[in-house]
């Protein structure tokens, strides 16, 4: 009976730090996301590298960060999600061309939520992250994208102190290494993420929201060889070392 009741207890403490350690995640997002339940994704790997994740996602297609926030906060909306519940990251991702043509919509989009968060919630310790979009796989130059997308979104993550992740540039790494036909395979038309390349945004969140190497973690979904998981592990990771390595970006991966 007593060793029935350690072992009980044991199991007691272990779901009660467990649950203390959970990482509570929401993504106020459009398609890009949405796309492959990427929320799904993120909480089977977490959970196979031995982490306790659950991230939620509230999802406008197509819409921006500025049409989430001028909704409003009626039940169901993203202001009474954040408000209502408590997060430990909260991740803003905008729709896909804005932050590379309309920086000052973008800037703006960003602030409010910002603000909102840190000023009329109780997630103020909230880590909030930007998940960096990338270019399109049609554009006619997608290195001057590329390069525009980061330094715009480096710039709003610096002047509101929050977290970049820098999903964009993995995108980018595989052009630059492995050439075209390697980086249209991250696509499944002009924008939107294939599995492949959803499982590499996890990779590079789990980056960032752990500060630890992804590579070696067992769970891919189907639709990727083992081979090609490893290969996205070792993508998002790259990226992230290298990016540590220039000091006005290295800041904010770890905000």
């Given at each position: ?154 710039k709003v993550a610096k002047k509101y102190k929050v977290s970049l992740c820098p999903i964009g540039e993995a995108y980018a790494l595989i052009y630059a290494s492995e050439g075209e036909a390697a980086k249209n395979e991250l696509y499944t038309d002009n924008r939107h993420p294939s599995v492949k390349a959803t499982y590499l945004a996890v990779c590079c969140e789990y ?49």
């Amino acid at each position: 009976m007593k060793r029935l009741l350690t072992i009980f207890g044991i199991f007691l403490l272990s779901f009660f730090v467990n649950a203390q350690n959970q990482e509570k995640i929401l993504s106020i997002n459009n398609s890009l996301i949405d796309y492959n339940n990427q929320a799904i994704m993120f909480d089977a790997f977490a959970a196979s590298a031995g982490k306790n994740a659950n991230w939620s996602m509230q999802t406008r297609l197509g819409m921006t960060l500025q049409f989430h926030y001028d909704e409003g906060d009626a039940e169901g909306n993203a202001k009474a999600v954040v408000k209502n519940n408590p997060w430990t990251h909260i991740v803003l991702q905008e729709q896909s061309s804005r932050p590379r043509i309309e920086y000052e919509a973008f800037d703006k989009g960003v602030k409010a939520w910002v603000k909102y968060i840190r000023k009329e919630t109780d997630n103020k310790k909230a880590r909030i992250i930007l998940a960096e979009n990338w270019a399109y796989v049609d554009s006619e130059n997608y290195e001057k994208d590329r390069r525009t997308l980061l330094e715009n979104y480096a710039k709003v993550a610096k002047k509101y102190k929050v977290s970049l992740c820098p999903i964009g540039e993995a995108y980018a790494l595989i052009y630059a290494s492995e050439g075209e036909a390697a980086k249209n395979e991250l696509y499944t038309d002009n924008r939107h993420p294939s599995v492949k390349a959803t499982y590499l945004a996890v990779c590079c969140e789990y980056c960032i929201i752990y500060n630890e190497s992804p590579i070696g973690v067992m769970w891919h979904p189907e639709g990727i060889c083992d081979k090609e998981a490893l290969h996205m592990q070792e993508i998002a990771w790259n990226t992230y070392q290298n990016l540590l390595k220039d000091k006005k970006i290295a800041k904010l991966l770890k905000k």
